[in-house]
């Protein structure tokens, strides 16, 4: 059985968790770390099967684990992603944006050819990336809207330098218009979905993002359109958000739980 270490106790390492101890992912949880410790201890007290709560992120992977999934921040990839890889553990990544950084990507793909070890991304918040990967070389646009309540835009760090008071907002308005490798910097916790749309079509400088706050919506929704040669396609997503993280979307957590249960399973694997 597949050994998993946790890094991020929040919204999403939460109900991975939840779902390794219900059976519904064939795997053992086996060490967790969050920054907060607190929050740590309050994941591993809703758990049947206790993991060890380990007393910094680098030492999850120095335990005999297959893999550690992290669902914590941008920051904690940048910082751990490597020592992972180089202890000759598989790696899966919520924090996608992290990959838009071009030295983490060299670095991290790099390591994966060395110490033969996989980074795994799940689709996260959309869907869609199957057609979007398959097409790569014939795309010739790619734009992604994503409206959210102006509540699950707080405290990103776009809001530092803008005008724009969310509070203030009555009706649906755009708030930034630009790249995805832009988008992913000023919106950290927001816009993972534009760094997947980029990695898997043509790339953080070409792919468009709009972002929206809705004073009336209670979705987290994402609109993809993609064009090229081989046709076109849309998407729309509209994800409910998680009780816990507003900003997080049901989607993600369910798309974190389903990568996870593939790589712990032997099983018939559906899509590309
Ligand atoms: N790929 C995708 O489609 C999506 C990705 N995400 C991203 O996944 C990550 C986790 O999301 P949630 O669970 O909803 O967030 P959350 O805020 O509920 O939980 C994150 C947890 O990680 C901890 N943490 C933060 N930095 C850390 C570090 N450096 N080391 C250890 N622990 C650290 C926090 O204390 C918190 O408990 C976020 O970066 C979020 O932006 C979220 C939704 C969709
Ligand atoms: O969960 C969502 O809808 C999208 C999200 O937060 C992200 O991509 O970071």
Redesign the pocket.
């Known amino acids: 059985m597949k050994k998993i270490g946790l890094?991020?106790?929040?919204?999403?390492?939460?109900q991975i968790a939840l779902a390794i101890d219900s059976g519904k992912i064939p795997g053992m949880l086996t060490h967790v770390?969050?920054?907060?410790k607190e929050?740590a201890i309050e994941l591993v007290s809703k758990l049947n099967s206790k993991p060890e709560i380990v007393e910094n992120?680098h030492l999850l992977s120095s335990h005999s684990v297959n893999i550690i999934v992290?669902?914590?921040?941008?920051?904690?990839v940048k910082?751990?992603g490597l020592s992972v890889l180089q202890n000759k553990r598989d790696l899966m990544i919520?924090?996608?944006?992290a990959l838009l950084d071009e030295s983490i990507y060299a670095i991290l793909s790099d390591a994966c050819n060395h110490f033969k070890k996989t980074i795994y991304?799940?689709?996260?918040?959309?869907a869609g990336l199957d057609g979007i990967k398959s097409v790569k070389d014939e795309l010739e646009s790619v734009s992604i809207t994503t409206t959210k309540h102006p509540h699950s835009l707080k405290g990103a760090k776009f809001f530092e330098t803008s005008q724009i008071d969310l509070d203030a907002i009555c009706s649906p308005t755009t708030i930034f218009e630009g790249t995805a490798k832009q988008a992913v910097s000023l919106f950290?916790?927001?816009i993972?979905?534009a760094?997947?749309l980029s990695l898997s079509g043509i790339g953080s400088e070409k792919t468009i993002v709009k972002i929206i706050a809705d004073p009336d919506t209670d979705k987290n929704t994402h609109h993809i359109e993609a064009e090229g040669k081989f046709g076109k396609m849309n998407f729309t997503i509209e994800n409910f958000p998680?009780s816990?993280?507003p900003?997080?979307?049901r989607l993600?957590?369910l798309?974190a739980i389903e990568t996870l249960r593939k790589y712990c399973s032997d099983d018939i694997q559906i899509g590309t």
């Open positions: 890094l991020g106790c929040g919204a999403i390492g939460t770390y969050d920054v907060s929050t992120s992290e669902a914590a921040s941008q920051d904690a910082d751990v919520m924090s996608v944006g991304l799940p689709s996260g918040a959309i950290p916790a927001n993972n979905v760094a997947l998680d816990n993280n900003k997080t979307s993600a957590i798309s």
